[in-house]
């Protein structure tokens, strides 16, 4: 309800100075347009796009870039997606595609505003220029407009609220350029509004803050007050939207401070985090990868949050809040058993029995055993090791059941005298065959 009195104040205020004053209405609107360099265009207007634009614009109606990748070209980097925005609305644009013989797919869009065609192998989602006339949190309840400040006012943050004309015009009507430019992170209008209209807005502030910010704590602290106000909307979110955002905060630039400042806003329990979160245990991991120049994007985001919980319960219950993949999980669990074994191993020869362990004891796969012992090393920053891991075949194992049956070990103690043989095996380092194996088994204790 309230989302739905802001847009409203919004568009009557709007509507009341564009009758009372244009000059004053020019407030309101702070438009600021700029023109991008041929060469920058050049990495957006593919012959589909330039297509897909004088279709639009022989039908009458415009066609600008939106969001992400207008913020991307101002910072020199290459789009890799384009979301376009239009003033057409779906019906227009299925009747224009229709009479053009342009495909469309994922009619499921459409309520939303969003048409998808494909050109030449290429998909364009085209979305109606739109306000959130009301939200709860999680959905909004849209009406389409022409208006595009009134589609810019109803983005999350000011660098992702700018157009770009196929011209090579930027429309920025929030100073988003400016922001850009400063690497500052903001919202759009007041921050309030944005969160409660969708309350992941505020992992996606944290997300975005460390792919623009320049060092690790440059918060507004206007914002932060929001966000520790607000925190408590994350309930309201599918775990698997909320999984999305925080991989991509725990592996990008300031993964560590920026779950560290998470936890102090009172983020954590909503989000599946302990109520004790361990902020030491987050720096202390994130120290140890710098130390041992091991890049964060080159560790498992699984591997870099172990570092906050302190039980495998707390574990659970965070697995049962995201949703996350059975791989994930397994990784999660594997770090928080064995990582007090990681941080004392003094040998390599550790490292090998505990992979060993993995494969041949657990009958796990090899590629899953190196995964995860990969990973525990990368934990606690043991970069000599990795190393040597990588340059170590795990040799076969020489005993097998048959052959513990053969010396009279009865079936159901197999399993057993198998792991007492390769427990053998290991403090032999590996050298023993099968038949010295075997003359140390003591039949008589498995009888």
Not at 69 to 96: I, Q, W
Not at 101 to 122: Q, S, Y
Request: glycine share 6%; with cysteine; hydrophobic share 40%.
């Amino acid at each position: 309800m309230l989302a739905r009195i802001a847009t409203r104040e919004f568009l009557a205020r709007k509507t009341f100075l564009h009758l009372i004053s244009p000059s004053l209405n020019a407030l309101v609107n702070q438009l600021h347009t700029m023109r991008l360099s041929e060469d920058q265009m050049a990495q957006v207007l593919s012959p589909e796009v330039r297509q897909l634009a004088q279709l639009f614009s022989s039908h009458g109606y415009e066609l600008r870039i939106a969001g992400g990748a207008v913020r991307d070209l101002l910072m020199g980097k290459t789009p890799h997606d384009l979301d376009f925005a239009t003033t057409a609305t779906p019906d227009e644009m299925k009747s224009m595609f229709d009479a053009e013989g342009v495909r469309m797919i994922n009619a499921g869009g459409e309520k939303h505003g969003t048409v998808t065609a494909r050109l030449e192998e290429c998909n364009f989602e085209c979305t109606t220029l739109r306000i959130d006339v009301e939200t709860d949190g999680r959905h909004a309840e849209v009406e389409f407009t022409k208006d595009w400040q009134l589609d810019a006012n109803r983005r999350d943050l000011t660098i992702n609220a700018m157009f770009l004309g196929l011209d090579g015009t930027v429309y920025d009507f929030f100073d988003g350029s400016k922001h850009l430019s400063d690497r500052f992170v903001t919202f759009v209008g007041d921050a309030d509004t944005r969160i409660r209209e969708d309350y992941l807005r505020i992992l996606r502030y944290f997300r975005f803050y460390g792919r623009i910010a320049e060092s690790a704590d440059n918060h507004s602290a206007k914002v932060l007050e929001s966000i520790k106000a607000n925190a408590e909307g994350l309930a309201k979110i599918a775990g698997e939207r909320i999984w999305v955002e925080l991989q991509k905060i725990i592996t990008g630039n300031y993964g560590g401070e920026l779950l560290v400042k998470m936890a102090e806003c009172g983020v954590g329990p909503f989000v599946g985090f302990p109520e004790n979160f361990d902020c030491a245990g987050v720096k202390a991991v994130y120290r140890r990868c710098q130390e041992a120049n091991i890049p964060t994007s080159e560790v498992h985001h699984m591997t870099l949050l172990a570092s906050g919980f302190a039980s495998e319960e707390e574990a659970i219950r965070f697995i049962a809040r995201v949703k996350c993949s059975k791989r994930e999980r397994d990784l999660l669990l594997h770090i928080i058993q064995h990582r007090d074994f990681a941080l004392q191993a003094s040998s390599f020869k550790e490292v090998k029995d505990h992979l060993v362990d993995i494969v041949i004891g657990e009958r796990r796969n090899k590629d899953v055993g190196l995964f995860l012992t990969s990973e525990l090393l990368k934990y606690v920053g043991r970069v000599d090791f990795l190393e040597n891991l990588k340059n170590w075949e795990i040799p076969r194992f020489p005993v097998n059941g048959n052959m513990v049956g053969e010396r009279g070990v009865p079936r159901k103690q197999t399993k057993v005298a198998l792991r007492d043989i390769l427990e053998e095996w290991k403090k032999s380092d590996f050298a023993l065959g099968s038949e010295e194996l075997l003359d140390r088994l003591d039949v008589k204790q498995y009888q």
